[in-house]
């Protein structure tokens, strides 16, 4: 639609930015950031692998915490994207594990998450994120967020 801005499209014939948890080599390469997607939702989390990858990122995902604070050794990316709602341990006890790492404060966090009241954005801001983004979130609001974080 002419002067409609068009949000990026995803790729079905792009290479996938993970397989078997190890990222791959794409036309980006690896000069994007690393970052970190968790969320329960493996459809939501791949999905945003993907975009992620197509926008020049090296993304990976993880659907629970104790797996993301694996991938945090393994993968050793500069900013998380975390949902709050987990199995089991749920993204501000994450976000406070992550803190307490002796490498914890480097890493930018960003709750994306359903849950947009003040209330949740307190609780976020005393569990040590960064940034907190209501789903469904603007790729540009995304993007503009992952930027300003990491410096970029």
Known sequence: ??????????????????????????????GGARILVVDDNADAALTLVELLGVLGYQAESAHDGERALRQLDIFRPQLALLDISLPGMDGYELARQVRARP?????????????????????????????????PVEIDQLT???????GG
Do not use: C, W
């Not at 290479?15 to 690896?30: D, F, I, K, N, V």
């Not at 503009?144 to 990491?150: A, F, H, K, Q």
């Open 103 to 135: 490498d914890g404060a480097a890493l930018r966090l960003v709750a994306l998450t359903g849950y947009g009241q003040e209330d949740d954005r307190a609780r976020a801001r005393a569990a040590g994120f960064d940034e907190h983004l209501v789903k």
């Open 1 to 30: 639609m002419p002067g409609v801005a068009q949000p990026p499209s995803i790729n079905p014939a792009a290479p996938p930015r993970q397989q078997g948890g190890a990222p791959t080599a794409g036309p980006l390469e690896a």
């Open 144 to 150: 503009g967020t992952i930027e300003r974080l990491l």
